[in-house]
């Protein structure tokens, strides 16, 4: 599964690349009943204090709704056998040229009405360390389309940090860091795949749709920048989220 020439130029040039039809329709059927098993048997896990879960706002109503479990590897053997899939790795080894570590994997369920995300990049500039070889597999359990708020990128911007050097805390950018001329929506069908760099800039707008347009996002790093850290990088992560949300709220996170 290891991409074209021009698949890589496409990427280098770009920041990001889709490959389509890379997985059957009964695995993906199979990945969406997965979905549904996880909203019935992990119910429990779904609350606001759980640094597992997170909820974004309806775009008119402001209502709370869940959106993601991050991780999610270890309550979804299905989830763990894909992110170790050696299409995905193969891919994923082309764009690095040398064995990929996995880094982190989220569940994205975005239901109808949810919010998008700002312009940002994955690469956060003041988190010291984080790996610059870090790039994000995009899978969509759901058509990915403009009406339910499918991923927006920017082409070639992929080089450097767009938040200046002295707002390091920056994460969510101002739309005018980028020509809008760039941008290119991520219009996929389930088995299709994008891979996009840390630092390549992406938005989301609202799930306009009736429906819920899930997505499985798993990033790698090479072997080389840093070797295996998903587990430290969760550590660190949900450390500060802990300090974000206790400034937010008396509640104590905790995660389970």
């Given at each position: 599964m290891a991409l074209t020439a021009c698949e890589l130029d496409?990427?280098?040039?770009?920041?990001?690349?889709?490959?389509?039809?890379?997985?059957t329709a009964s695995e993906m059927a199979g990945l969406t009943s997965e979905t549904e098993r996880?909203?019935?048997?992990?119910?429990?896990?779904?609350?606001?204090g759980n640094l597992r879960c997170r909820f974004m706002p309806h775009h008119e109503t402001g209502e709370k709704l869940f959106e993601v479990f991050d991780p999610v590897n270890d309550i979804s053997p299905l989830?763990?056998?894909?992110?170790?899939?050696?299409?995905?790795?193969?891919?994923v080894?082309?764009?690095?040229g040398e064995a990929a570590c996995l880094f982190k994997e989220k569940l994205i369920f975005k239901p109808a009405g949810a919010l998008g995300y700002n312009l940002h990049q994955d690469i956060p500039r003041y988190w010291p360390g984080f790996p610059r070889t870090f790039l994000t597999v995009l899978i969509p359990i759901d058509a990915a389309t403009a009406e339910n708020g499918c991923t927006e990128v920017y082409?070639?911007?992929?080089?450097?940090?767009?938040?200046?050097?002295?707002?390091?805390?920056?994460?969510?950018?101002?739309?005018?860091?980028?020509n809008p001329a760039r941008r290119v929506q991520l219009e996929l069908a389930p088995g299709d795949v994008a891979i996009f760099h840390g630092l390549t800039p992406h938005r989301s707008a609202p799930n306009r749709s009736a429906e819920m347009r899930r997505a499985?996002?798993?990033?790698?790093?090479?072997r080389s920048?840093?070797?295996?850290?998903?587990?430290?990088?969760?550590?660190?992560f949900q450390e500060r989220l802990r300090s974000h949300w206790s400034s937010q709220t008396a509640r104590e996170p905790y995660f389970r």
């Open positions: 496409a990427y280098r040039q770009h920041g990001f690349v889709v490959r389509r039809s890379v997985f996880l909203l019935t048997d992990c119910r429990d896990l779904i609350d606001p989830c763990a056998r894909l992110t170790a899939d050696e299409r995905l790795v193969g891919i080894e082309t764009i690095m082409s070639g911007y992929h080089h450097e940090f767009l938040a200046p050097a002295d707002r390091p805390d920056l994460y969510m950018l101002p739309e005018e860091c980028v499985f996002y798993v990033s790698y790093n090479a920048d840093g070797g295996d850290q998903r587990e430290q990088h969760y550590r660190e």
